[in-house]
C-alpha cells in the first residue's frame, strides 16, 4: 500500500466518526514533497515525504494526521507570521498536545514550564512564555522537542530539525482562515463535532471569536470623553429669535492626556507605534494631546500636541511604574480621558481617586493584554495594537 493510500484510508475513516476533522482536511491539497523530512501544513497544502509516512505504524501515522488537522483547525500557520519560527513550532506543538495528549513525542506545557500553572493555555500565550525563558536562561534554541533519537517521530516531533521547516509557509492567511471557520461553524450549527470532547471544542470555538479592534476602541473611548463648551456669538442667530439675540455655537473642548511608556522593556518599534497612535488620534477629532512619558516616574512636563507629529524626543528608559500616572490624573483633574500605552510589565497601581477622567489602557501586543487585563479592570478599559 503507498503512503497515499495508507493516509485516505484513515481520512475516509472520519467521515464517519471525525467529521470536523475530515471537513477540514478536505479544504487542503495533499501532496508529495521529497524535500522536506517529514509532513507540514500552510498555504492550504499539506505536504508530506513519502520516506517518512512509510517509516511509521499505522497507529502512529493516525496521531500524526490527526495532530495535523488540529494545527489547521486552530489555524496555527494562518496566524500572523512569527520571528522566531522554532518557538513557534514549539509553541504550536504544546498546545496541540495540551488538548489532544497524544502518544506523539511532542511535550507538555508543565515539562518545559516546570509548572502546571501554564496547563490547556493557547498559542500565542506559548509563544511568549517560551521567548521569555529564553531570555531569562539564555537558551539558543526553542526547547521543548522530541527525544534526541534519529527516528522518524523524533525528527518530527524535534523543533531544532523540523521547526523553520515546518513553518515556513506560515502567514497570516484570511481566506484559508475563512474556510477553515465556515467548517467550525457548521460543526457548530449541525453539531457535528464526532469525538471531539467539550474541552477541545471550546479552544477551537475561541478561534472564531474576532481580533479586537483597536481603532474602533479608540473612536469609542474618544466618543465617551468627547466634551464641548456652549459659545455666543453674533455670526449666528438665535433659533428662536432670530438676529435679536446672540446665537450660540458649540467648540470642542476635549483634554486628553496620552501617558507613554518609555523603560527599558518597551521597544523603539513599540514607541513608534505608541506616536503613530497619538497622530491618529488628530483623524478621530482630538484637537489636542497632551503626551506625558514615563518609567518609574514622570519624565517632564507633558509636551502639549495640537497636530500630527513626525519626530518625538523619548526620555527615559528606566524601569516601569504605574502609580506616578495615576497620581498625576488625581492632582490634574482637568483630563476627561487618559491613554496609557505600555508592554504591562509593572505592579498593579491603586486605583485613582478621580473619577472623572476615563482611562483606557493600551497594551503593545495581545499577549501583555491578555495577562493584565483583569487586574486593571477596576481601573479602566483595556486593548492592545493588533501587530502590523
Not at 484510508?9 to 487542503?28: G, Q, R, S, V
Not at 527525544?147 to 517521530?153: L, R, T, V
Not at 497620581?327 to 504591562?344: A, P, R, S, V, W
Amino acid at each position: 500500500m503507498t503512503s497515499k493510500q495508507r493516509i485516505s484510508n484513515i481520512i475516509e475513516k472520519w467521515y464517519l466518526i471525525d467529521p470536523l476533522f475530515f471537513a477540514i482536511w478536505t479544504t487542503h491539497e495533499l501532496s508529495i514533497n521529497p524535500n522536506i523530512q517529514n509532513i507540514r501544513v500552510g498555504l492550504g497544502k499539506i505536504e508530506y515525504n513519502h520516506t517518512f509516512i512509510e517509516a511509521l505504524d499505522a497507529q502512529t501515522l493516525y496521531q500524526v494526521l490527526r495532530f495535523e488537522a488540529m494545527r489547521i483547525i486552530l489555524k496555527h500557520p494562518y496566524l500572523r507570521r512569527k520571528e522566531n519560527q522554532t518557538v513557534a513550532y514549539t509553541a504550536s506543538n504544546i498546545t496541540i498536545q495540551e488538548y489532544l495528549q497524544t502518544p506523539l513525542n511532542f511535550p507538555y506545557a508543565k515539562q518545559i514550564f516546570q509548572t502546571d500553572e501554564y496547563d490547556k493555555k493557547y498559542f500565542e500565550f506559548y509563544y511568549y512564555k517560551l521567548l521569555e525563558q529564553q531570555d531569562s536562561m539564555g537558551a539558543q534554541t526553542g526547547g521543548g522537542g522530541g527525544g534526541g533519537g534519529g527516528g522518524a517521530q523524533e525528527q518530527y516531533t524535534n523543533p531544532e530539525t523540523s521547526g523553520i521547516e515546518n513553518t515556513e509557509s506560515w502567514d497570516a492567511d484570511e481566506y484559508y482562515s475563512n474556510q477553515i471557520n465556515d467548517k467550525i461553524e457548521s460543526a457548530l450549527e449541525n453539531n457535528t463535532w464526532g469525538t471531539v470532547p467539550s474541552h477541545i471544542q471550546e479552544l477551537i470555538l475561541a478561534t472564531l471569536k474576532p481580533k479586537i479592534n483597536y481603532r474602533e476602541i479608540l473612536r469609542s473611548f474618544r466618543a465617551s470623553i468627547i466634551s464641548v463648551n456652549r459659545v455666543l456669538t453674533r455670526m449666528k442667530p438665535s433659533r428662536r429669535y432670530g438676529f435679536l439675540y446672540l446665537g450660540s455655537r458649540r467648540d470642542f473642548c476635549t483634554k486628553l492626556l496620552f501617558a507613554v511608556d518609555v523603560s527599558g522593556s518597551v521597544t523603539n518599534q513599540d514607541l513608534r507605534k505608541a506616536f503613530s497612535i497619538i497622530n491618529r488620534l488628530f483623524k478621530y477629532g482630538i484637537e489636542r494631546v497632551d503626551v506625558l512619558q514615563f518609567d518609574s516616574e514622570i519624565k517632564g512636563k507633558p509636551l502639549t500636541l495640537k497636530k500630527a507629529q513626525t519626530k518625538i524626543k523619548v526620555i527615559g528608559r528606566g524601569g516601569t511604574y504605574f502609580q506616578p500616572v495615576i497620581d498625576y490624573i488625581d492632582k490634574n483633574k482637568e483630563y476627561d480621558g487618559l491613554i496609557i500605552f505600555t508592554d504591562g510589565w509593572a505592579p498593579i497601581p491603586t486605583a485613582p481617586k478621580n473619577k472623572r477622567t476615563r482611562i483606557l489602557w493600551l497594551f503593545n501586543n495581545e499577549h501583555n493584554y491578555r495577562r493584565m487585563k483583569d487586574n486593571l479592570k477596576q481601573i479602566g478599559g483595556a486593548t492592545f495594537i493588533k501587530e502590523l
